[in-house]
């Protein structure tokens, strides 16, 4: 008896957390909280087009480089640098699944610093 009341309850506490769960996963969608596109936390914006012009806006400016002592400014299209950010928010959209989006889950609801995420590279920031 004391074993199938034990099931009962960790049934009903799943059950119970599973739909939390989900609607945390879909708000966090496309980029989870603590994964960066580009080196920059991106998690805030929840819609394609805003992403894009997110990092339209950071990396598609002028860059000056010195050369000995002389300053060239390369437009990125003069260089042809081209973000894909469709590409970036799909390789940040692996973070919803596997094992990671559970960490952030339990990191976010516990208050814990999320492991801040680079491609593979993860670090607690």
Do not use: C, W
Not at 12 to 23: E, T
């Amino acid at each position: 008896m004391r074993r199938f009341l034990t099931f009962v309850l960790s049934a009903v506490a799943f059950l119970s957390i599973f739909p939390l769960y989900s609607r945390y996963k879909s708000t966090a969608a496309p980029i989870p909280p603590g994964v960066h596109l580009a080196g920059v936390e991106m998690s805030r914006y929840k819609d394609s087009a805003e992403i894009q012009a997110a990092l339209d806006q950071l990396y598609l400016q002028p860059v000056a480089v010195y050369f000995d002592d002389r300053r060239l400014v390369l437009l990125p299209e003069e260089i042809d640098f081209q973000v894909d950010a469709p590409a970036m928010i799909q390789e940040a959209s692996r973070f919803l699944a596997g094992p990671y989006f559970p960490d952030i889950a339990v990191r976010h609801f516990l208050g814990l610093p999320q492991e801040v995420t680079h491609g593979d590279v993860r670090e607690i920031g």
